[in-house]
């Protein structure tokens, strides 16, 4: 059973442009996380979604960020007009749907460098 | 406001020597806490999880213990290795059923290099 897997690992975008960022969660999990960790930082809880879903976001910009989870594919994070201070480490992570599970596991990662 | 600290900030530890780290809380209505490692460049990986009836828990050389009522818990790490050497990270979790799992507070982390 593979784990959360997230692409590309590395992203380098110059101001302006968009981001796009893929988590495809562990087999069998319905529930996604999008954490955000800007360098020295801890990470910071953005968006969670479950298929075709967005619970709760209140942990996204309000501008130029998005998120969704489809049916069928991974879950994309959104950029639009990349700036510096979007630089950092933007981690996924999944759980199962079972009512209670607590248990959520990290992807590798992606970073994101705005030049 | 929901928070989570960590200390100390960095750690730097002798191979073979045994470490505590420390969190304190303030995280309503607890639900659970986690210990996390992160090596360099990867995302976290769990290393234990209580709930508010457990004081302690282990994994391997790993052991976290949990005091609700002072809201503090520490991860103590036995005979470190250089493998050791990463992130740890303690988070909470707030809510209950369903919604438990969605809003984690990160602490910043205790960053522990192990040395030969």
């Known amino acids: 059973n593979a784990g959360v897997m997230q692409n590309p690992r590395h992203l380098v975008r110059r101001r302006g442009q968009e981001a796009r960022l893929r988590c495809s969660p562990m087999k069998g999990h319905s529930h996604v996380y999008w954490y955000r960790q800007l360098p020295e930082e801890g990470l910071k809880f953005m968006v969670y979604?479950?298929?075709?879903?967005?619970?709760?976001e209140s942990g996204m910009p309000k501008e130029r960020f998005s998120a969704e989870f489809p049916k069928e594919g991974p879950s994309i994070l959104r950029i639009q007009q990349v700036v510096r201070g979007d630089s950092a480490a933007y981690f996924c992570?999944?759980?199962?749907?079972?009512?209670?599970?607590?248990?959520?596991?990290f992807g590798p990662g992606t970073r994101l460098t705005v030049l | 406001k929901n928070q989570v600290e960590q200390s100390p900030q960095s750690l730097i530890i002798l191979e073979g020597k045994n470490c505590t780290l420390q969190?304190?809380?303030?995280?309503?209505?607890?639900?659970?806490l986690r210990w996390y490692k992160q090596d360099t460049g990867r995302g976290p990986v769990s290393l234990t999880i209580?709930?508010?009836?457990?004081n302690t828990k282990s994994n391997g050389r790993y052991t976290a213990t949990l005091d609700a009522d002072t809201k503090q818990s520490s991860l103590h790490i036995t005979a470190s290795q250089l493998s050791d050497s990463a992130s740890y990270i303690c988070?909470?979790?707030?809510?209950?059923?369903?919604?438990?799992?969605?809003?984690?507070?990160f602490g910043g982390g205790t960053r522990v290099l192990v040395k030969p």
């Open positions: 969190c304190n809380y303030t995280v309503s209505p607890f639900s659970n």
């Open positions: 992570a999944s759980s199962p749907p079972s009512l209670g599970s607590n248990e959520q596991f």
């Open positions: 979604l479950q298929k075709e879903n967005i619970i709760d």
């Open positions: 209580m709930t508010f009836s457990e």
């Open positions: 988070v909470v979790s707030a809510g209950w059923g369903k919604a438990a799992g969605n809003k984690l507070t």
